[in-house]
């Protein structure tokens, strides 16, 4: 599976050789990623990231979660996906990470932007969410550029690591509200 952001930007379907990709930016990136994603701590050695693309590829599709490699130019550049996915209430979550070089180019925003009208349309889903640490400022300004609302804020709700956890800002964007954009 492919979903096409523009000209040079395309989220695809992890593989087993995306590991090692995603284990170099992370290795390479660990001060910079580990301050707000709590996984850095857990990926050490590239069985680790190994072990997390298994784990993608072996969800049961029924779950309706999706983990795509954000490409630019056929360079794995960071990883984006819908989780927590809540088949009955029709809303799912969108989670993403993107290796620093790449970052204020409008490409992760540009990715949920096209992963909300697959979750919409093609997955039929009501409601998307996406919560990110108070204080990430790169992370917290995508769902503000894509018109989601602000929720509230989810008192520790995030472990990083060693006894930290982060607040969390819960966005959402409503099916009906992409429609009226």
């Keep these: 599976m492919m ?28 001060d910079y990623l580990g301050k707000w994603l709590p ?16 784990s993608v590829l072996n969800t049961p599709i029924e779950r309706l979660e999706f983990t795509f490699a954000i490409h630019t130019n ?18 799912a979550e969108i989670g993403y990470w993107l290796s620093k070089e790449y970052q204020g180019q409008g490409i992760i925003t540009k990715s949920v932007a096209k992963l909300c009208d697959f979750i919409f ?20 300004g995508v769902p503000k550029r894509l018109g989601f609302t602000f929720e509230g804020i989810e008192r520790q709700g995030e472990w990083i690591r ?8 819960v966005y959402s964007k409503l099916k009906s509200e992409e429609l009226n954009k």
Excluded at 74 to 89: E, M, S
Excluded at 122 to 138: H, M, S, T, W, Y
Aim: proline residues 1%.
């Design 162 to 169: 060693d006894n930290i956890y982060y607040d969390i800002e």
């Design 39 to 54: 996984f850095v701590a857990f990926t050490k050695v590239l069985a680790d990231s190994e072990q997390f693309v298994n």
């Design 3 to 30: 979903i096409k952001v523009d000209d040079i930007i395309t989220l695809k379907k992890l593989k087993h050789t995306d590991a090692s990709a995603i284990f170099n930016i992370i290795d390479s990136q660990r």
């Design 74 to 91: 056929d360079i794995l550049i960071g990883i984006i996906g819908v989780k927590n996915t809540d088949k009955l209430n029709k809303k």
């Design 121 to 140: 349309n093609k997955l039929g889903f009501n409601r998307v969410e996406i919560k990110c640490a108070v204080g990430n400022a790169p992370s917290n």
